[in-house]
Nanobody
Framework: QVQLVESGGGSVQPGGSLTLSCAAS????????MGWYRQAPAEERELVAT???????NYADSVRGRFTVSRDRGWNTAYLQMYRLTPEDTAIYYC???????????WGQGTQVTVSS
């Protein structure tokens, strides 16, 4: 079983930056994905970014060029650096972990990101 603990988030003005982190512990498979989904009020949960255990990153079109996802050298903590934030980025951000050979995500507790002037 894997546990995820998220940190970061908060409130920022448009154009500002925030960094989220997600620390994984427990029975972690060596080949895995980590990343973030987000869910705004009355919206579906959408994929934001993923980073694999070999460092390959992918992004939603809406954040590509503004967000950077990465992992630390131990590969058990992922980071989402968010730049040039807009009000449309306001949502609860959920970290996830998924082994390569699984279709099931383990979820973090979620963290609120609010972009407002």
């Amino acid at each position: 079983q894997v546990q995820l603990v998220e940190s970061g988030g908060g409130s920022v003005q448009p154009g500002g930056s925030l960094t989220l982190s997600c620390a994984a512990s427990g029975n972690i498979f060596s080949l895995n994905f980590m990343g973030w989904y987000r869910q705004a009020p009355a919206e579906e949960r959408e994929l934001v970014a993923t980073v694999s255990s070999d460092g390959a990153a992918n992004y939603a079109d809406s954040v590509r060029g503004r967000f950077t996802v990465s992992r630390d050298r131990g590969w058990n903590t992922a980071y989402l650096q968010m730049y040039r934030l807009t009000p449309e980025d306001t949502a609860i951000y959920y970290c996830f972990y998924r082994p390569f050979n699984s279709s099931t995500n383990t979820w973090g507790q979620g963290t609120q990101v609010t972009v407002s002037s």
